[in-house]
């Protein structure tokens, strides 16, 4: 895996990904998880980071699992239709006909998170059915009697899974890449918690996209220093144009922080 083309260890720019959280067909916005409100049309949302030069982008239906409700394929066509840059689609996806109905409407790559701690062999029978590359798993985790703990279905349910522990285990079994968020942080605007991230970077061979905490430019040219994660992912300081992506990569790059312009 230490080869994999989404490695950034070996000199590959970072990458700078915004993140649209889905409800009901529009994109929305909470703190620490809850209190949701409007940030505006995916669609609209992904041609303007598009245009902007975001390098990816992560759609992530975050009631999908709770409700019992599919991740939205027409939406993933309208995307596809509207953006040339890579995008990967999360949200209730159990199974392989899930991911295969995603893949095929225009999905880059599929992210899941409840469904691959209740039957880790998801992983594997993803992997192996579409290549690890397509395959994020992504995780949420909270800080409980001083242990990072693994939480399922949009943060609501604490698991007993510390969480590098199941990021290894989701290594070991055909993840293509982690998405980590700290709910500790997320919407915080107070910075990512560098030093889990730190630690998960570390231990692992494939790519760590950095999640939860954004708030200003420091923060993600702090990420990338101090973790040497692969990529930063916000949501709110995007959507609501407190930080414009152009002026981002050209503060990263003059903190000799390696991205594509």
């Known amino acids: 895996m230490k080869g994999s083309p989404f490695r950034g260890r070996g000199g590959l720019a970072k990458r700078i990904i915004p993140c649209l959280d889905v409800k009901d067909g529009r994109t929305v916005k909470g703190v620490n998880f809850v209190d949701l409100r409007d940030a505006g049309d995916p ?6 980071y598009s245009n902007q030069g975001a390098d990816e982008l992560v759609f992530l239906d975050i009631t999908a699992t709770v409700e019992r409700r599919k991740t939205m394929v027409e939406l993933v066509k309208a995307v596809a239709r509207q953006i040339n840059i890579p995008f990967t689609i999360g949200g209730g996806i159990n ?3 899930d991911a295969d109905a995603l893949l095929n409407a225009g999905a880059d790559k599929i ?14 029978e993803l ?6 590359q397509f395959v994020v ?3 949420d985790t909270r800080r409980i ?15 007993e899974r510390q969480t590098l522990e199941w990021i290894l285990e989701a290594e070991s079994r055909g993840a293509g890449e982690i998405l980590l968020t700290s709910m500790d942080h997320d919407g915080t605007k107070a910075g990512f918690d560098n030093g889990l991230l730190k630690t998960v970077n570390d231990a692992v061979h494939i790519p760590v996209i950095a999640s939860g905490g954004a708030g200003k430019v420091e923060h993600f040219v702090n990420v990338f220093e101090r973790t040497n994660v692969d990529a930063a992912l916000a ?5 609501y144009g407190e930080i414009l992506i152009p002026d981002l990569k050209r503060a990263l790059q003059s903190n000799k922080i390696e991205v594509r312009i």
């Open 43 to 48: 669609v609209e949302l992904a041609w303007n």
């Open 95 to 97: 199974e392989i006909a």
């Open 111 to 124: 992210s899941i998170n409840s469904a691959a701690v209740r039957n880790p062999k998801l992983i594997d």
């Open 127 to 132: 992997a192996a059915a579409f290549g690890v």
């Open 137 to 139: 798993i992504a995780v």
């Open 145 to 159: 009697d001083d242990k990072n703990i693994v939480h399922l279905n949009g943060g609501r349910l604490p698991t």
């Open 235 to 239: 949501a709110s300081v995007f959507h």
